[in-house]
């Protein structure tokens, strides 16, 4: 007999008044119910139970008992209920994380449309560039940009985005458009990211082997919409990614640079532990969320013509 067996069997002997009509409610014999009154008292070392030819009594360590036993079990049953609810209704906590600018534009819009589909979902929305680590910050799923290592996790592949270098007409016009990668060195760079050593840009090359081109910027921002504002008033070159540019690219504020110089495009994914019994939540996020991240992956595709690229950074 276990632990909470234990307790309802002693909470039946005090609500029935009797260890015999205990062991008629719950299905055992008069001399089982006295062996497990007796092993539990002695487990805690204290009488639970005063016990007359006409009647039983708790004791004030069997009220205590009682008491904290009635609400054990209900939490028990209330949890069992509520898990038995999930198994059949999306409901509960979900922790979802997200890059920064993606989950700002494309992923906090899909989480709320979520919530009102399955109104017993809370949703946690974790925006951040840091990549977040699932089981230690007990991330349910997140989305990731980039080529993701074999980490036991599952993988719902998206699509594809990449990285581009633009510029704004206004700054072309001024300065003239770089025709081979190594031309960029000649130009105001913005770059996107934390200040440190010079950064390199990665270029996609005839010969097959990538050239990374150094390069020294004259604006750095750790916030990708102010680099991609930079670019659009005309501060210099930016190298983004094609989510983060898309639509200034298909409404003329930005043009797209090297084209035939810009790298494969990287995976965008669901990331989420493995397991079979996964929560319905999740399955329902899962389900819901997939399809619409796919469409909106390949908008980007679409805004930017051929050759859009992908990056790793978020």
Not at 235 to 247: D, K
Not at 271 to 296: K, N, Q
């Amino acid at each position: 007999m276990d632990r909470l067996d234990e307790l309802r069997l002693f909470l039946a002997v005090l609500d029935s008044g009797g260890l015999a009509a205990a062991g008629r409610r719950l299905g055992h014999s008069p001399p089982a119910v006295t062996r497990m009154l007796a092993g539990l008292e002695a487990r805690l070392g204290v009488r639970l139970i005063e016990r007359t030819t006409r009647q039983i009594a708790p004791t004030d360590a069997g009220r205590r008992l009682a008491d904290q036993a009635r609400r054990l079990l209900a939490d028990y049953a209330e949890a069992i209920e509520g898990a038995a609810l999930e198994a059949v209704t999306p409901r509960g906590r979900l922790r979802i994380a997200a890059p920064l600018v993606f989950g700002r534009l494309h992923v906090a819009p899909v989480v709320t449309a979520f919530l009102d589909a399955f109104p017993e979902v809370r949703v946690e929305l974790l925006l951040s560039d840091a990549v977040a680590d699932l089981l230690e910050e007990g991330i349910d799923i997140a989305v990731r940009i980039g080529a993701q290592p074999d980490s036991g996790f599952t993988l719902r592949r998206l699509g594809a985005i990449g990285r581009v270098v633009v510029a704004s007409p206004a700054y072309l016009a001024r300065h003239g458009t770089p025709a081979r990668p190594e031309e960029v060195r000649g130009h105001a760079i913005i770059h996107f990211g934390r200040p440190g050593p010079a950064p390199e840009w990665i270029f996609a090359m005839p010969s097959g082997a990538p050239r990374a081109i150094p390069v020294m910027p004259r604006l750095t921002v750790n916030l990708a919409e102010a680099a991609v504002e930079a670019a659009i008033a005309g501060r210099g070159l930016l190298a983004a990614l094609g989510y983060q540019v898309a639509a200034a690219v298909a409404d003329g504020r930005l043009v797209r640079l090297l084209r035939d110089h810009e790298m494969p495009a990287r995976p965008v994914a669901l990331v989420f532990p493995s397991g079979r019994l996964m929560p319905r939540r999740l399955r329902a996020f899962i389900d819901f969320a997939a399809p619409r991240l796919e469409r909106i992956a390949g908008e980007v595709h679409l805004l930017l013509g051929p050759k859009a690229g992908g990056s790793s950074a978020a």
